[in-house]
């Protein structure tokens, strides 16, 4: 029987975190950001192999999506637009997001999403009369990314 147990206070929590984006090497503090999401999306290919029931599978690439909502306090992601409507050339961006929860003892994770480029809708205005708070989901992909900091394992693992 295992005897070991997870520490309860140990569960990070998504409140928890800070964002940072940078553009034309100007860096924002993202406080404006409600969520974040960056996933990455692992690609393989079917190998048969003579002999084996079973078919197996190479992995063959990876590809990296954000989505982000934001309360549209800002139209730092519409002057990218405007950049590219006016220019043809759209501006990358890298996107930092660090979690630390105090509680838990696993410390601090940071990421830096690299070369990121903006892919579907973007509001550029709105209004409701009857409405709440204007949001704004901006998606991507990123090229790369560096994990800045990790959690560390914690001792009952």
Do not use: W
């Not at 975190?17 to 690609?43: D, L, P």
């Not at 930092?96 to 929860?101: G, K, P, T």
């Not at 940071?110 to 709105?126: A, N, V």
């Amino acid at each position: 029987m295992n005897d070991k147990f997870m520490n309860e206070q140990d569960a990070p929590s998504a409140k928890q975190a800070e964002c940072f984006v940078t553009v034309n090497g100007q860096r924002y503090t993202a406080c404006f950001a409600k969520k974040f999401e960056a996933k990455a999306n692992v690609s393989t290919k079917e190998v048969p192999v003579l002999g084996k029931l079973m078919k197996g599978r190479k992995v063959t690439g990876m590809e990296g999506k954000f989505s982000m909502t934001i309360y549209k306090v800002t139209e730092l992601f519409d002057d990218i637009l405007e950049t590219y409507k006016n220019t043809g050339y759209m501006p990358t961006f890298d996107i930092q997001v660090s979690q630390h929860d105090k509680a838990t003892s696993i410390g601090r994770s940071t990421k830096i999403y690299r070369d990121c480029i903006i892919d579907g809708e973007m509001l550029l205005s709105t209004f409701d009369a009857e409405g709440d708070f204007i949001e704004q989901t901006v998606e991507g992909y990123y090229n790369d990314y560096d994990p800045a900091e990790k959690y560390k394992n914690p001792d009952y693992m």
